[in-house]
């Protein structure tokens, strides 16, 4: 699975040159549902989908903090192209918790993406001979549209006891389906997939808690924190999109029965200071947090529950914060808000999109609170 090694400064210039192309094609990604399949290619062709991985495996190892400020250039072009970056790269990690069969098998390719989706409650997988069949749907797969391969989380009983696993399966091996009726991120694909009765091989199945075959900084960070860090990170970018095309237009706008520039009034004025304020807050704080877990797992210490649950909160606080932002752009827009041929109503729906994510619940709060007033958190962190 060896692949070309590139340096972080080519990383960066490629992230640049990609995400002109991604603004470029923004309105297409939007209409149809996906990264256009050409443009996808590209990605995969220069490592973009591989940038978490460790090079054992063919990927770039770049540390994290540095996949988030690429992640960064591609979410300021378009939401959804950065939704799919962090969402195919985290689940990229798992590559040392599946079995070296499966790896090599999966990322031989090149163009290898393994895409991912929370299980229907009919989700079921037997064990029988060598392997298990399985059985059900899986909704929210994002990137499907560019993945090769899906990995199906289903409950498996042994010995009276329920325990989750992930199945892996070839695509062109399961049902596609068309069901992703949404106003917001819909370029990122997140359409839905079923089996029935399909036998899955032992090789091909890992525990998603497992612990990894190698270790290294990324994969000492929980999962869900991986995940949480970086859907933060794209939204605090669409909000920093937002607040742009908002003064973009305060600058050449007129308000009906007014005299002057939308950004002449003072009211303008400090409304922006405002939300850059708080905007800003919010990035530092997670900033802050994330930095502290990284420096943390670079120097092979254990995580505190105090870390975790700190960097738990900035990235939830992150997401709700920069959905306040998008709303505070979007009203000073005025009516040309409410016109597709402003990019401000896609941000405005993708971030409402992104707050509904189990990463920006508020219940993530609770558990902040819990370990405020010395109880024992309670959540996902």
């Not at 603004?23 to 996906?34: G, K, P, S, Y």
């Not at 590559?95 to 069969?101: G, H």
């Not at 190698?214 to 607040?243: M, N, Q």
Request: proline content about 5%.
């Amino acid at each position: 699975m060896a692949t070309t090694q590139y340096s972080l400064e080519y990383y960066f210039d490629a992230a640049h040159e990609l995400a002109d192309k991604v603004a470029a094609r923004a309105d297409q990604i939007d209409e149809q549902r996906q990264i256009p399949a050409e443009l996808a290619a590209e990605l995969a062709d220069k490592g973009f989908f591989r940038l978490l991985q460790p090079r054992s495996s063919g990927g770039a190892q770049l540390e994290h903090p540095d996949f988030l400020k690429i992640l960064e250039i591609f979410a300021d072009a378009d939401g959804s192209t950065g939704w799919c970056i962090n969402q195919n790269n985290v689940h990229a990690t798992n590559i040392m918790r599946m079995t070296p069969e499966a790896a090599k098998e999966i990322y031989s390719d090149d163009h290898a993406v393994v895409t991912n989706g929370p299980p229907t409650s009919a989700v079921k997988a037997v064990p029988c001979d060598a392997g298990y069949r399985l059985s059900g749907r899986w909704n929210f797969s994002s990137g499907i549209t560019h993945a090769t391969w899906v990995a199906a989380r289903a409950p498996i009983v042994r010995d009276g006891l329920e325990e989750y696993r992930i199945l892996l399966i070839p695509k062109d091996e399961v049902t596609f389906v068309d069901f992703w009726p949404v106003h917001g991120l819909r370029g990122t694909a997140s359409f839905s997939f079923e089996v029935d009765d399909l036998f899955v091989p032992e090789h091909r199945v890992y525990d998603p808690s497992g612990i990894p075959r190698e270790e290294g900084p990324v994969f000492s960070i929980p999962t869900t924190l991986l995940f949480a860090t970086g859907f933060s990170t794209v939204a605090l970018s669409i909000a920093k999109a937002s607040l742009d095309i908002a003064m973009d237009l305060a600058g050449s706008k007129v308000p009906g029965r007014a005299t002057r520039l939308l950004k002449d009034e003072t009211t303008t004025q400090r409304i922006i200071g405002e939300a850059e304020a708080v905007r800003l807050s919010a990035k530092a704080f997670l900033k802050e947090a994330h930095g502290s877990v990284w420096e943390t797992v670079t120097g092979k210490e254990p995580l505190t529950t105090e870390k975790r649950v700190m960097l738990r909160l900035a990235a939830t606080f992150g997401i709700q914060k920069a959905k306040e932002v998008v709303d505070t752009a979007y009203n000073l827009c005025g009516s040309n808000a409410i016109l597709d041929t402003n990019p401000i109503l896609r941000r405005f729906q993708d971030i409402h999109v992104v707050s509904q994510h189990i990463q920006g619940r508020s219940t993530h709060f609770e558990t902040a609170g819990q370990f405020f007033m010395g109880m024992d958190p309670e959540g996902n962190f």
